[in-house]
């Protein structure tokens, strides 16, 4: 499962954002550092086209796909030279596959702290970018010295010579993820069917420069996005300030404006009263769905379906995978005997009624071991073990 990692300031948020995304109940305050230690939550995937399915089948059981949040200490100016909790974020940071950086736009004078969203973009980014020169550093004299003591090595002079590029684009308080090319920007109804469409584009050169960089395990090279952490009286004009934050990325990154605070309050109420408090506010699925989607873009993750009246599930794949893959996702078992996928998309199996209305009518395709599944595909997997 794909970790995400929630990273800001004090009392911006992010515990906050946390528990109403994972329906935990981490301790919130409103003084400064009330998070010390990361904890982790999974925050389920909220997905339109699951539940049709799982109405149509009459399913038993509904399994979303989900994400696994981290909730971080916040870190401040001068985190990285040791200030305010010092270096315990980077530990938090570390294992994340992508950074959800919590930003501030809500006032409150009880609660201290950055509620200007650039501002606090800007601090989060240089600590980070600091954090990851500290790491360099130590890497490259490592590099330098091995270059010296042994014959001419080609593979550790390229090494060095991605290293002192990386480090140069740092030295000037750019973050890495900032030479990467744009992901799209969120859409409206994401994840909801666009099937048919290519796997991003997964072999641009920036991609695989960044494949390069792994061994270096630099904080600012993992995927971002922003969330920034709205008043309710600024729910109407959301857009300005989003625009803003967008406008300082350099268009880099996405960004999503929510209001935390509405959010947990929904979170507490029972399924269908949740439901109900987020249309009257005109929030739709609610922005918690929008933030794991919005993850889900960034990390090249799609869904396959499957329905039964036992169960409706989810999967979560890797866009580009193949059937047997994608079967492997289920069970082991399913990829090592894998025979034939039957697949259908989720719309044409909803209007058709039922899987056997479609096979009826031919709807439902046979699919061999070098198919590649598509976001929003029903399979049925024919194995043998
Ligand atoms: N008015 C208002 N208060 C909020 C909102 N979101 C969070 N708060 C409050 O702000 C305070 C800080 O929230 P936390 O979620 O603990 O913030 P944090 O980022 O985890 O803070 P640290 O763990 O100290 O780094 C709490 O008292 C929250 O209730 C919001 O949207 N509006
Ligand atoms: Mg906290």
Request: hydrophobic letters at 40%.
């Amino acid at each position: 499962m794909e970790h995400i990692g929630l990273v800001g300031l004090p009392n911006s948020g992010k515990t906050s954002l946390f528990n109403a995304a994972t329906g935990s109940d981490a301790l919130t305050g409103k003084h400064p550092f009330t998070t010390t230690e990361s904890s982790v939550g999974i925050a389920h995937v909220p997905d339109s086209r699951l539940n049709a399915l799982a109405s149509m089948s009459s399913s038993k059981k509904t399994v979303y796909t989900g994400v696994e949040l981290v909730d971080i200490a916040g870190l401040v100016k001068g985190s990285s030279e040791g200030s305010g909790l010092g270096n315990r974020f980077l530990a938090g940071i570390r294992e994340v596959d992508a950074l959800c950086m919590v930003l501030r736009a809500f006032d409150d004078p009880e609660i201290p702290g950055e509620s200007d969203p650039v501002e606090a973009l800007s601090i989060l980014e240089i600590e980070l970018a600091m954090a990851d020169l500290a790491s360099l550093e130590v890497q490259l004299e490592r590099r330098r010295k091995s270059l010296k003591s042994k014959k001419p090595d080609n593979a550790t002079e390229e090494e060095i010579a991605a290293m002192e590029e990386a480090y140069e684009l740092l030295s000037s308080g750019v973050p890495m993820y900032r030479s990467m090319p744009n992901h799209s920007p969120l859409e409206e109804g994401a994840g909801e069917g666009h099937g048919g469409q290519s796997p991003p584009s997964a072999a641009t050169g920036a991609l695989r420069a960044r494949e390069a960089r792994k061994g270096m395990f630099l904080l600012t090279d993992k995927p971002m996005f922003c969330v920034i952490n709205i008043g309710e009286d600024d729910m109407g004009n959301s857009s300005e300030i989003v625009n803003k934050v967008q406008a300082y990325l350099g268009g880099s990154g996405n960004v999503v404006a929510v209001c935390v605070q509405l959010e947990m309050e929904a979170a507490q109420l029972p399924p269908g009263e949740r439901a109900e408090m987020l249309e009257g506010l005109g929030l739709g699925e609610g922005a918690l769905s929008m933030v794991a989607h919005q993850a889900y873009a960034m990390l090249d993750r799609w869904t396959f379906l499957t329905t039964g009246d036992k169960e409706s599930r989810a999967w979560s794949f890797r866009a580009g995978s193949t059937a047997p893959e994608c079967a492997g996702v289920i069970h082991s078992d399913l990829q090592r005997g894998f025979i034939r996928a039957e697949v259908i998309n989720w719309k044409a199996l909803l209007d058709a009624g039922s899987w056997s209305n479609a096979r009826h009518n031919g709807l439902i395709r046979l699919e061999g071991k070098d198919y590649l599944v598509q976001d929003g595909d029903v399979l049925e997997i024919r194995f043998n073990v």
